[in-house]
């Protein structure tokens, strides 16, 4: 009988080792260690010399790892020990003192918050480069025409300017998410300690202004426990990649001989290895294809937490992979996205003769006997007749003859062949419809809140 390895692991303990992937967090947890280490002094618990010479020797260990000088060990388990050691090493027994008055617990829910914080503020300004060039094409084609789809049926003629509006719409609420989500972030946990609060005099408002927070924690329990806020990013990533998926999928469709719609700037296809004519949307089908990854780090998450008793428990270092990796990789769709946009061209031509199809005016006959006196299911039933005869025939039914016309029903008359796809999209004026009316002024308001957006950056 051949011999059988019960394991891959060198030593059992690495199981337990994080700093493999938590060093990410090392800038966080460096920024709230000094905070933590002068608020100590402020509170007269620790000395004001034990205090500097702590936060200096926290400011040369940040410098050794932007620089990659530092080294990250296994047997110290995660980056709070690891930092914890390289202070000892540099300035000795005064690096003993920073911890006091907190644990692991909340220091690592302080640096996880401010990481979430801050992949908010950047996939925030990410969408709103994204928005900026949807505005920018819209502003440039108020005038193309191009079907409008349902069930990816041609369905009724709209103005590309209003479809590509669309999905600006979805990025802004997209970034609305984020940016409620990050009110729920921006809450100070230092100074909970372990689970119960911590038997000193601390100032943890004091903390929380230092470090951006609007406020503190009311709970410690709760404090050292909660991941919502991660769950809550990991939900808004979902939805905007989802958008960012829809988005790439009509790139797709639209850049097929089929469509021939779009021209993908050709630093965002790739060829393939035997067929040499082939140009193949992959930026676009990549991102499309991240979606059930980042929708895979949620329910993880989700997974993960859903039988925790409180307070903390070790299945909570398994919340900062998936964090990392939905960051990374929504900004990464985020910014593909926009690029290829920037550089793909809209063949108008083609969109404008696919819009000129008059079964997309079935809608427009119908509208034109309902304003004429008949009932709308009467005139509908009708007009579907007409599309059926038309397809028997072969023509389109703006080129069934009037006598025909007035088989079916005799409200018909010369005007009807008025009906065209632009008057088609200009009659729909409502707010929110795909008239030049409506999308100018949709243009218009979408400029003024990516104004507003810009000042609160």
Known sequence: MSEYKTHHYQNFSDYTVSVSFDWKLYAYDIQASIAHAKMLSNQNIITHDDSTAIVSGLELIEQEINEGKFVWQAKYEDLHMNIEARLYELIGDPAAKLHTGRSRNDQVATATRLYVRDAIDSLLSCINELQTTLVDLASNHTGTLLPGYTHLQRAQPVFLAHHL?????????????????????????????????????????????????????????????????????????????????????????????????????????????????????????????????????????????????????????EDKQGLFDTHTTLLAACEVMNGMLKDSQFNTNRMQSAAEDSSLLATDFADYLVAKGLPFREAHSIVS??????????????????????????????????????????????????SPNQVLKAIADAKKRLGVNNELH
């Not at 990025?171 to 609305?176: E, F, K, Q, V």
């Not at 989802?242 to 001989?257: F, G, N, P, Q, V």
């Not at 025939?393 to 080129?399: A, F, L, Q, T, Y």
């Open 165 to 317: 509006l669309a999905y600006f719409e979805m990025l802004d609420r997209d970034a609305s998410r984020f940016k409620d989500a990050r009110k729920r972030v921006n809450v100070l946990p230092l100074g909970s300690g372990a689970l119960a609060g911590v038997p000193y005099p601390l100032n943890r408002k004091w903390v929380a202004k230092e470090l951006g927070f609007d406020e503190i924690t009311a709970n410690s329990m709760d404090a050292v426990a909660d991941r919502d806020y991660i769950v809550e990013f990991l939900a808004s990533a979902s939805l905007c990649i989802m958008h960012l998926s829809r988005l790439a999928e009509e790139i797709i469709l639209w850049s097929s001989s089929e469509f021939n719609f779009l021209q993908i700037g050709s630093q965002w296809t790739t060829g393939s290895s035997i067929m040499p004519q082939k140009r193949n949307p992959d930026y676009a089908e990549i991102t499309r294809g991240k979606t059930g990854r980042i929708y895979g780090n949620l329910i993880a998450l989700l997974t993960t937490l859903k039988g925790l008793p409180l307070t903390y428990n070790r299945d909570l270092q």
């Open 385 to 434: 007749n007409l599309c059926d005869l038309a397809a028997v025939e072969k023509i389109s039914i703006i080129n069934l003859p009037l006598d025909t016309l007035l088989e079916f029903s005799n409200l018909f008359s010369e005007d009807i062949y008025e009906i065209t796809p632009f008057a088609s999209a200009s009659s729909r004026d409502l707010t929110g419809g795909t």
